[in-house]
């Protein structure tokens, strides 16, 4: 969830006593211990992290909360991102040996360091004395200093500033061996609607377009009279407006990102080591801004993972990992998650004893290296003062801290096992902000959620096939069996011949209905659905249909069995052009247009094939679905079926594979392993594993 909707949750209680050492029995035996040495060790390869604030505490604090980490397997501290006021308390006044000391003092206890650069925070004499820099929100209303997120992201001057301090962090902190990271800002949310960001978005769309009658042409501006005489005519539409001008403004607040990262990446590149990754929170499904088009400058994608109110869904959590490993297509960082519950959700409820255990190890298995939770301890006072941390108001831990303990000594068990895997498959689906955007500004249908949508497929081929990967639909394709692209609206040249080419080398395209309606204006397809692609499938689209109710659809799909199948949300009337094209399923009875006629086309095309899906299934019709795609395409389960509720994660090395398992059922299940194989958590070598509610199983094969 974006960062400042959090800060409506404000909730300012009187403030905690400051109770200072009840944790002294708690550590005692942690000074037994010799301390671990992080420049002395290579960085695990499994790291468990936490966000630490040593501006909020008296230096005197810091060893006892240190030795407190250490005693729980952290090995990960993140800190800085909001430090600005203490690192530079006026201007041109800078204060970094403090955080010299607190770096160096995590390093003493085995703990690496990932430093944030503090511009999501900037100081209020920044912004009294530059008031230029301040967020014009959607209403024309200038944001203030006393939250967060204050700054306007496309103002020079506000660059300048952050380039600044960026640059006096790297200098100082580049060649410090404990910090092995950065994290640029803190999840990018809020663009700014003031008068110069648009003169950058009018200047943005002359480059974009070249000329004023190429951009009237490509959105029909004769419309509703909207023709364009001047460019400064060109007003920011983001909600309600011009389809052109919405897609537009959203891949132009896209590109400020990544110019306002980059601002800040190429200083830090220019002073840090090269063996300093840098990186920035981003927030799963969050659809501010393109994340292919910003993360293309960074060393790795990371992301920050809440539930928020409710439990872990396997399904929707699991997808949005790998849609940020998707971004590099490599491993990932969860760099924030709740120590069981936030503070901003209508209800924070806590996950359940054993499930922030289940999560982690869900992480680990989607591909993340590092799982790092928000927050260590809360400041006494604060606008977070009700989240979830490991350490309580007196500093002492509080109940979850054990089982994180667990996990940390699962972590530095399993390290060398995971060490150099990552997920792979054989399953592609394709996902596309373009196309979310297209949807959700003409929803046509308002419970028409384009992520469920792409969840819907989702769910069913991760549950067969176990591992699935989430690629933009311009990434390279052959080596996927399947690629299933739902609701891809916007189908630039570009993709589709991408598309065009991977079937005609002969994999298996499937598209879910809404695909190929639009072109890269996001204006409508001279041809019927799926535009581009209609002369490869040899059928099309006839006409859509938003539904009120469900609707029967029969079939078969190949050799899965019949089910009594339902439409909601939406239905297309396909038609099949040519004779080779095979129809899948039917509507039943209906609306009358829709009686009888096709839902879902498949075409062999040479070794490869298309397939055309036009309504929302349901749960039964997408497993059905879902059977038949994988089967026609030759994808097999990683490991073996598994019980209801139980998820397998594999993790592919050079001649080994890690399955990572945990088991989101209510009730205890069983295994069985299809080859004999070691227990790398709890050593031996095992047949099959039993697991209870949330247990987990991390086994090792050779490959
Ligand atoms: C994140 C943010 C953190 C903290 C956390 C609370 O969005 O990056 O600074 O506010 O939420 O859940």
């Not at 990754?277 to 994608?301: C, K, P, R, S």
């Not at 920050?304 to 959590?317: A, E, F, I, M, T």
């Not at 739902?486 to 080398?505: C, H, K, T």
């Not at 749960?619 to 019980?643: T, Y």
Request: proline fraction near 6%; glycine fraction near 8%.
């Amino acid at each position: 969830m974006p960062t400042l909707m959090r800060n409506h949750w404000l909730s300012r209680s009187a403030p905690l006593f400051r109770l200072y050492p009840v944790f002294l029995v708690a550590i005692a035996g942690v000074f037994l211990v010799t301390p671990l040495s992080a420049q002395n060790a290579p960085v695990p390869p499994i790291l468990l992290g936490t966000s630490w604030y040593p501006e909020q505490w008296p230096e005197a604090r810091w060893e006892a909360d240190l030795s407190l980490m250490e005693n729980a397997g952290i090995r990960m501290v993140h800190m800085g991102e909001f430090a600005w006021s203490r690192i530079e308390p006026s201007e041109g006044h800078y204060d970094f040996d403090w955080l010299d000391r607190a770096v160096a003092a995590a390093g003493k206890h085995g703990m690496w360091v990932v430093l944030g650069t503090p511009t999501a925070g900037p100081p209020a004499w920044l912004t009294e004395k530059y008031p230029e820099t301040l967020r014009v929100n959607r209403e024309g209303k200038l944001a203030e200093h006393g939250n967060r997120e204050q700054f306007n992201f496309a103002n020079l001057k506000y660059r300048e500033l952050a380039r600044g301090i960026a640059e006096r962090m790297a200098k100082r902190f580049g060649h410090n061996p404990v910090v092995i990271g950065w994290q640029i800002d803190n999840e990018y949310t809020e663009a700014s609607f003031d008068a110069n960001t648009r003169k950058q978005f009018q200047q943005w769309l002359k480059a974009r377009y070249g000329t004023l009658e190429k951009l009237n042409s490509a959105w029909t501006t004769p419309y509703w009279s909207e023709t364009y005489f001047s460019w400064d005519q060109i007003p920011i539409q983001d909600e309600y407006g011009n389809p052109g001008i919405l897609l537009n403004w959203k891949r132009f607040v896209s590109d400020t990102w990544r110019s306002y990262q980059k601002n800040q990446l190429e200083v830090i590149r220019a002073n840090a080591d090269p063996r300093q990754f840098i990186t920035t929170n981003m927030m799963g499904w969050f659809e501010g801004y393109d994340h292919y088009t910003v993360a293309q400058d960074l060393d790795i994608a990371a992301w920050d993972d809440y539930v928020g109110q409710g439990h872990l869904d396997p399904v929707r959590n699991g997808a949005a990992h790998d849609l940020t490993r998707g971004l590099k297509q490599k491993n990932f960082w969860v760099m924030e998650t709740q120590p069981g519950f936030v503070n901003w959700a209508p209800i924070n409820n806590s996950l359940d004893k054993g499930e922030v255990r289940a999560m982690a190890w869900h992480d680990i298995g989607h591909g993340a290296d590092a799982v790092s939770y928000w927050q260590w301890r809360s400041a006494l006072n604060g606008q977070e003062e009700y989240h979830g941390t490991l350490v309580g108001a007196d500093g002492s831990p509080v109940p979850l801290y054990s089982e994180v303990q667990q996990i940390g000594q699962e972590f530095a068990r399993a390290g060398p096992a995971l060490a150099g895997t990552s997920p792979r498959s054989d399953v592609a689906i394709l996902h596309s902000y373009d196309s979310r955007w297209a949807i959700m500004y003409q929803k046509h249908n308002r419970n028409y959620d384009p992520i469920d949508e792409l969840l819907s497929y989702y769910k069913p081929l991760r549950r067969i096939s176990q591992s699935i990967d989430i690629v933009p639909p311009t990434a390279r394709l052959e080596s996927y069996k399947l690629v299933v692209a739902p609701g891809l609206n916007v189908i630039s040249d570009a993709i589709a011949e991408n598309l065009i080419e991977y079937v005609r080398q002969g994999g298996h395209l499937v598209l879910g209905q809404r695909s190929g309606m639009k072109d890269e204006n996001n204006g409508l397809q001279p041809e019927r659905q799926p535009g581009p692609l209609v002369n490869l499938l040899g059928g099309r689209v006839e006409q859509y249909y938003a539904l009120t109710d469900s609707i029967p659809i029969e079939g078969n799909f190949g050799s899965a069995k019949s089910q009594a199948m339902q439409g909601k949300l939406w239905a297309e009337l396909l038609s099949a052009k040519e004779d080779d094209v095979e129809v899948l399923a039917r509507y039943g009875k209906s609306n009358g247009w829709l009686d009888g006629q096709p839902v879902a086309i498949t075409r062999k095309v040479g070794r490869g094939r298309i397939t055309y899906i036009g309504a929302w299934f349901d749960e039964e019709g997408m497993e059905a679905a879902g059977e038949w795609m994988l089967d026609i395409s030759g994808v097999k389960s990683a490991l073996a079926s598994v019980p209801q509720g139980v998820e397998v994660y594999p993790r592919y090395g050079t001649n080994k594979v890690v399955y990572v398992i945990v088991n989101f059922a209510n009730d205890a299940q069983t295994v069985v392993l299809p080859v004999s194989m070691a227990d790398v958590l709890a050593g031996g070598v095992k047949k099959s594993v039993s697991l209870v509610r949330f247990g987990v199983a991390v086994l090792s094969a050779v490959q």
